[in-house]
């Protein structure tokens, strides 16, 4: 059976170009999560979509970084203006939405930042 | 909004001892507390959760407590093993809202 899929794998960009991340949860998920890991680091939160309720936004670091969800499915992360700082694994993770439901994630984004 | 407190950050054990990581939150309308095991460069993948409604749940070699009352939960793993070490987070959710983790816990088992 599918998984939560991430594409790419690997993104190395230019300091202040804006990239794109892409995030396909399993089929019937309603809940969505989006986190950053640093090497070495723990599971920093960034956005959280729990069907068509308005996101919860509260860990996205600043103004140059936006998600959406289309459609209550897919979901794109977008960095604007990339900073060396924003280099990171960014993982994705979806759960059935309903309460204490498990979190499954995808295999991550590697973002370099150069 | 929900802090976990996570304790200790690395742990060295030796094959056949037991391990224990513990964990704390601040929201008491938390009731959801999933441990993850992140194996290196591998995605984090649940090993055991518990719900409010219950104080302990074990799983073969892994066990979870949780106490309420002091807002604290903990991962008990017994008989380790190499394959054990990896790191460990813990977190902790509300109904409808994201899992808030703790900043993990590296466990180093040596044979």
């Known amino acids: 059976g599918a998984g939560v899929s991430q594409s790419p794998s690997n993104k190395v960009t230019e300091k202040g170009k804006d990239v794109e991340l892409r995030c396909d949860p399993i089929s019937g998920h309603t809940a969505l999560y989006w986190y950053r890991q640093s090497l070495g680091q723990g599971l920093e939160f960034l956005i959280y979509?729990?069907?068509?309720?308005?996101?919860?936004k509260s860990g996205l670091p600043s103004d140059r970084f936006s998600a959406e969800r289309t459609g209550g499915s897919v979901s794109t992360l977008t960095i604007q203006r990339t900073q060396q700082e924003d280099s990171a694994v960014y993982l994705c993770?979806?759960?059935?939405?309903?309460?204490?439901?498990?979190?499954?994630f995808g295999q991550g984004t590697r973002l370099t930042v150069v | 909004g929900e802090n976990v407190e996570q304790h200790p950050s690395t742990l060295s054990v030796q094959e056949g001892d037991s391990a224990v990581i513990k964990c704390t939150y601040s929201?008491?309308?938390?009731?959801?507390f999933p441990w993850y095991k992140q194996e290196l460069g591998k995605r984090p993948q649940l090993i055991i959760d518990?719900?409010?409604?219950?104080g302990e749940k074990k799983d073969q070699r892994i066990a979870v407590t949780l106490n309420k009352t002091a807002k604290h939960f903990s991962l008990h793993i017994t008989e380790t093993q190499p394959e054990d070490s990896a790191v460990y987070f813990c977190?902790?959710?509300?109904?409808?809202?994201?899992?808030?983790f703790g900043k993990g816990t590296m466990l180093l088992v040596s044979p």
């Open positions: 518990i719900r409010s409604n219950v």
């Open positions: 979509f729990q069907g068509n309720s308005a996101p919860d």
């Open positions: 929201d008491s309308a938390s009731n959801y």
């Open positions: 993770a979806s759960s059935l939405g309903q309460v204490s439901s498990e979190a499954f």
């Open positions: 977190a902790a959710s509300r109904e409808y809202s994201t899992l808030t």
